[in-house]
């Protein structure tokens, strides 16, 4: 049987690591058939995808890019589309059943939400998506019957532990976090971080976002929200954990005190894969653990004084409200400020902490609401920093 599959942002870190991964799965009693990619602008590489995997559709983000794209290459058994209303419109196609979300911050939001309005599985690894609407997302899953399997690798191990158990008797979900490049330096130090420096995370090679994220552990903030709503979990029952090596990917402790974790080695292939052929596990070439290399686990609790982005994350989510919708797209223009030097490494929560002081939260969760309360942050803070 032949699986149809369509991969947004195809050509980031999660994009290329899911094209390998069905590479593999087709040369094992798989059928994959790619059907739309998608680049924001990394267009050779996306010319590079189309002739290995011949999808029916593309679709590049970027204008320039695009016009360069048209003028450079000739696909012509290629529908090539440009811009993000195409992004959502071939997201609610028939001609396909899972996507691969690998779209990076608050873009993934309408894609995904077309998907599931047409009855698409979702693999999710724009875990913005869930913290900007998991309420919503949550309600048209139910409505629309469809999956959504995480890729983010804690959120997989989690799915894999809460494997044949009941959710009630969890009593906590345990993230854990590498803790990035800086769990060792002092708030002092962490002033005159360097972007290059912010950039080079000990165990994860990611996009840029991302890897900020990881340094100011946002993205354990933003993985703690994806958590409550992937899982159904009161916050109280997460508990964030650093774990330098990245072998345990997570952890869940049940009401008897017994704790399951997943491990592996830290490979985004083996959650990817596991979203593809969930539930079900199909042979993989990828590399296996060897424990000799891993001899020793370690385990500390977070600073909050250092990592501020955690604790505004937990405050955030308490609410359940446009806070977290708020929250994220300052995060996203403060990472962008920082990578382009314009602020310093701690000026980053400090942007998030002034904007949600600003913002009058409203419990309302419909799509045109949160797009609403995103577009209004960027705007302030675009003018503010005269991007
Ligand atoms: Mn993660």
């Known amino acids: ?69 048209k003028s450079n290459f000739s696909f012509p058994e290629t529908e090539i589309l440009f811009g993000n209303d195409a992004l959502s419109e071939i997201s609610g196609r028939d001609n396909y059943e899972l996507l691969i979300s690998a ?61 044949g158990e009941n959710i009630s008797s969890v009593s906590k979900i345990i993230l854990t976090a590498s803790g990035g490049p800086f769990r060792n330096k002092t708030l002092k130090q962490m002033k005159d971080i360097t972007v ?28 703690v929200i994806e958590a409550k709503w992937l899982f159904k979990t009161e916050t109280e029952k997460i508990d964030v954990l650093i774990h330098p090596q990245s072998v345990i990917h997570s952890m869940v402790e049940f009401i008897d005190g017994s704790i ?51 604790r505004i994350a937990y405050d955030v989510i308490k609410e359940d409200s446009s806070s977290a919708v708020v929250m994220n797209a300052a995060n996203e223009i403060a990472v962008d400020l920082f990578l382009n030097g314009r602020i310093d490494f701690l000026s980053i929560p400090d942007i998030i902490e002034r904007e949600l002081d600003r913002h009058k939260p409203s419990p309302d969760t419909d799509l045109e609401n949160i797009i609403n309360v995103d577009k209004d942050t960027r705007i302030y803070l675009r003018e503010k920093y005269s991007i």
């Open 103 to 163: 779209l990076v911050g608050f873009s993934g939001l309408r894609p995904t939400v077309n998907a599931i309005k047409s009855g698409k599985d979702v693999a999710l690894a724009n875990k913005e998506t869930l913290v900007v609407a998991g309420k919503l997302i949550n309600q048209l899953i139910e409505k629309y019957k469809v999956k959504l399997i995480p890729i983010d690798s804690e959120h997989s191990a989690i799915l894999q532990c809460l494997a």
């Open 1 to 69: 049987m032949v699986k149809k599959v369509s991969i947004l942002g195809s050509t980031g870190s999660i994009g290329c690591n899911a094209l390998d991964v069905i590479d593999s799965l087709n040369h094992n009693e798989y059928n994959i058939k790619v059907i739309c990619l998608s680049t924001n602008s990394r267009i050779s590489l996306l010319a590079e995808q189309i002739k290995k995997h011949s999808p029916e559709t593309v679709v590049i983000g970027d204008k320039k890019a695009y016009e360069e794209f």
């Open 260 to 310: 399951k974790a997943q491990l592996g080695i830290p490979d985004m292939k083996i959650p990817i894969q596991y979203a593809i052929t969930y539930p079900d596990r199909i042979n993989s070439v990828h590399s296996k653990m060897d424990f000799n290399l891993f001899n020793s686990l370690t385990f500390e609790n977070v600073d909050t004084d250092k990592f501020r982005c955690l």
């Open 196 to 223: 290059e420096e912010a950039l080079s995370h000990p165990n994860w090679k990611m996009g840029k976002k991302i890897t900020i994220d990881s340094a100011t552990m946002m993205n354990k903030g933003l993985e």
